[in-house]
């Protein structure tokens, strides 16, 4: 039988890589036996089952009982990713013209969800770290600054944590925002275990978020593409509690699936009921075991970023191993196809770095098998550092001349980006590192933006946004 995709997967599963990647079951490991995930509970709306759409029965209560454990006032199941949750709260949140501060770190989701409101973005620059290639965090001061200019402001939509495990001080943020009556909500797609272990940095739950979404399937025991949704209710000014509620369900109603997944659903339940019982010693024995891999990486002169946390400007998720290879003369891509051939798969690399997601499923055994393969990356020297260049990067942000929504709707081109000084940017255009878009859908594209766009591309960065990597969408004239 001629079957790609099946073939492929099933060479995949029996090379066994250890895998620091999501999905955060990581095999399904900690499902239980009595929890045959496929196929018998690929089951639809039948008797008994409850409705998604209009929950009244065990899926309300499963909703219920992981709003009780998020602290959240009501949860709604997502069953395509944090991505359509972040779509639903900022079309629940906002109306067409509503302004929105937007870092321009965001996952790309957010624009969707600029796009689909209509909202009008005001972005600040995250706090970059020249020496590391990195944003850092969204300061503080910069939101402060940012609500003071834009009276107007109706919210915020911030990440916490991000790819790295770095959180912003939300708290404080959380502070500047309800002194100005702007309402924060979290991208917490990387952050749904936070609230089950003390020594971890603050959930938005903690720190007082309106609206927050976490991917279960990317650091809990959950099937991939199931993620939570969090209302807290009582913040949204022109609506009462509930009103507000019935508003966000509808929008869920209409960004789901009318016959979505059981399995995913099933698997949102279960992960939800595991980390309570079991989060907190779990996750104890997750920081052990990334103790001792830190430990043991430092010792072959791999920088495990260990320090890179300043309590006071933003934290670090302990949980996410990030690895800075620059020191060994390797590139964190070159790193990744190392560790690969050794039999250990990571989650993403950059040109410094890996990042390797670590959830309660990872076995002491497969922490091992990760610091035997970084002893070979420790021991095949590449490049000196000198070698990997750093990228340019400036805090301008070129004008805002069409909201996303409104460049959306328009008819696109592609051009050659060396000819593109004067057009409208048609979609996020940047590189990666540092995976900050230069240009927005809807802004002027200027000829700094262009010289900084191909220089960090001859250093080895890569476009992104761009078609056969010079080509970019601009708007039709
Ligand atoms: C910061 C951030 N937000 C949102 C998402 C989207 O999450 P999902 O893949 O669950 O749709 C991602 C995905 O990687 C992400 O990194």
Redesign the pocket.
């Known amino acids: 039988m001629n079957m790609p995709l099946v073939s492929k997967l099933m060479e995949y599963i029996s090379n066994q890589p250890a895998p620091f990647h999501t999905p955060g079951h990581k095999g399904g490991r900690v499902f239980p036996d009595r929890l045959p995930l496929l196929p018998r509970l690929d089951l639809t709306e039948l008797p008994g089952l409850d409705n998604l759409q209009a929950p009244e029965g065990v899926i309300r209560e499963a909703q219920q009982s992981a709003a009780r454990a998020f602290r959240s006032d009501a949860c709604f199941f997502l069953v395509?990713?944090?991505?359509?949750?972040?779509h639903i709260m900022m079309m629940s949140a906002f109306l067409p013209g509503d302004q929105v501060l937007v870092p321009r770190n965001?996952?790309r989701?957010v624009w969707g969800g600029l796009i689909l409101s209509g909202a009008q973005p005001v972005y600040i620059q995250p706090e970059y770290d020249v020496q590391r290639d990195l944003a850092t965090h969204v300061s503080p001061r910069e939101v402060e600054q940012a609500a003071e200019d834009n009276p107007e402001l109706a919210g915020m939509i911030i990440?916490n944590p991000?790819?790295y495990g770095l959180c912003p001080h939300l708290s404080e943020i959380r502070m500047i925002l309800s002194k100005h009556r702007i309402r924060m909500l979290v991208?917490e797609?990387?952050g749904a275990h936070l609230i089950f272990h003390p020594d971890l940095p603050p959930s938005a739950a903690q720190c007082g978020a309106d609206l927050w979404?976490q991917?279960a399937?990317?650091t809990l025991p959950a099937l991939t593409?199931s993620?939570y949704l969090h209302v807290r209710s009582g913040s949204h000014s022109q609506y009462t509690e509930s009103a507000f509620i019935d508003r966000v369900s509808q929008v869920h109603r209409m960004m789901q699936s009318t016959s979505p997944s059981y399995l995913l659903m099933a698997s949102l339940d279960w992960a939800r009921a595991y980390m309570e019982e079991h989060g907190r010693e779990e996750i104890d024995r997750l920081l052990e075991n990334l103790f001792w891999t830190r430990k043991e990486l430092q010792a072959m002169g791999i920088d495990t970023m260990e320090d890179y946390c300043r309590t006071e400007i933003f934290q670090t998720d302990a949980s996410r191993l990030v690895l800075d290879v620059s020191q060994l003369g390797r590139t964190g891509f070159e790193a990744e196809e190392i560790l690969r051939q050794a039999g250990v798969q990571v989650e993403m690399s950059d040109s410094r770095r890996m990042v390797l997601i670590c959830t309660i499923a990872d076995r002491k055994d497969e922490f091992r098998r990760l610091v035997e393969a970084c002893r070979i990356l420790s021991q095949a020297k590449g490049k000196s550092d000198k070698e990997i260049k750093k990228v340019s990067i400036s805090r301008e942000m070129p004008r805002q001349v069409l909201s996303p929504k409104e460049a959306f709707e328009r008819k696109k081109e592609l051009i050659p980006l060396k000819e593109a000084k004067g057009r409208i940017c048609g979609d996020l255009v940047g590189a990666y590192p540092p995976g900050i878009p230069r240009f927005c859908p809807g802004e002027l594209i200027d000829c700094q933006g262009i010289e900084e766009l191909l220089e960090n591309q001859a250093k080895g960065a890569r476009l992104f946004g761009l078609a056969e990597a010079r080509l970019i969408p601009v708007l039709a004239e």
């Open positions: 395509n990713g944090s991505t359509s949750g972040i965001s996952h989701s990440t991000d790819y991208d797609a990387h979404v991917s399937h990317k593409q993620a």
